[in-house]
């Protein structure tokens, strides 16, 4: 595709589900991103991933947090029993990634998911 | 630890008049700096970036930046708003350290942008 796709656009879930969010990366982006955005803020670093591992996790919450990339890909977040407090816009993003030096290429980001925990 | 400021909640401006959304920051080493467009229920789009070289970098929708390393602030202008431009915008940052490897990008809160008909 042109850009980078997340489904679904809106979810609606119950205190204590499980879902999952997924992220289409634009096809050649080795790098991908999971950010959270409350209402009212920028969005919140989660997890990267370069190509199939996760590079950097430091910003997931807790351990109900997870997210996979297994092909190098697709990527799903995953948030195991829900709070109310996990309700928020989750978005990804894509980047080239290169040598060092030319770690700068911005991310191209998705339309996000619509969160919502009930 | 790096971070980035957005001291404006909101900016108002003319349709016509000059805009300026601020962002300063603070990197350990020398920041790679970006500014992102969000529209509404819309992902964010990027629009200019500062890796290295010129002060004074021009992106897309005739915004540009001036980037003023003693001020640590990369401020977002365009010499004629335009109704269009209302939305959210974000400052960004990520800081270049020599030793390479991954550093994750930090946003700013946002400013929202009024332009006013």
């Known amino acids: 595709g042109a850009g980078v796709s997340q489904t679904p656009s809106n979810k609606v879930t119950e205190k204590g589900k499980y879902v999952e969010l997924r992220c289409d990366p634009i096809?050649?982006?080795?790098?991908l991103y999971w950010y959270r955005q409350s209402l009212g803020q920028g969005p919140e670093f989660l997890i990267y991933f370069q190509g199939t591992g996760a590079a950097d996790d430091s910003g997931l919450p807790n351990d109900r947090f997870f997210a996979v990339r297994p092909e190098g890909s697709v990527s799903t977040l995953k948030i195991q029993r829900t709070e109310r407090g996990d309700s928020a816009v989750y978005l990804c993003?894509?980047?080239?990634?290169?040598?060092?030096?030319?770690?700068?290429?911005?991310?191209?980001f998705g339309p996000g998911t619509r969160l919502t925990v009930l | 630890a790096q971070s980035v400021a957005q001291p404006e909640d909101q900016v108002n401006v003319a349709e016509g008049n000059p805009l300026t959304v601020k962002c300063t920051y603070s990197?350990?080493?020398?920041?790679?700096l970006f500014w992102y467009v969000q529209y509404p229920n819309r992902g964010l789009q990027f629009l200019l970036k500062y890796i290295t070289g010129d002060n004074l970098v021009k992106g897309s929708y005739g915004f540009e930046a001036e980037f003023n390393k003693s001020q640590t602030s990369f401020h977002l202008k365009k010499p004629s708003a335009l109704v269009s431009d209302s939305a959210l915008y974000f400052c960004?940052?990520?800081?270049?350290?020599?030793?390479?490897?991954?550093?994750?990008?930090?946003f700013g809160t946002g400013t929202k942008l009024q332009v006013i008909p």
């Open positions: 960004a940052v990520r800081d270049h350290m020599n030793s390479g490897g991954y550093q994750k990008v930090t």
């Open positions: 993003a894509s980047s080239f990634w290169g040598l060092a030096e030319n770690n700068n290429n911005e991310q191209f």
């Open positions: 990197v350990s080493g020398n920041p790679y």
């Open positions: 096809s050649g982006h080795t790098a």
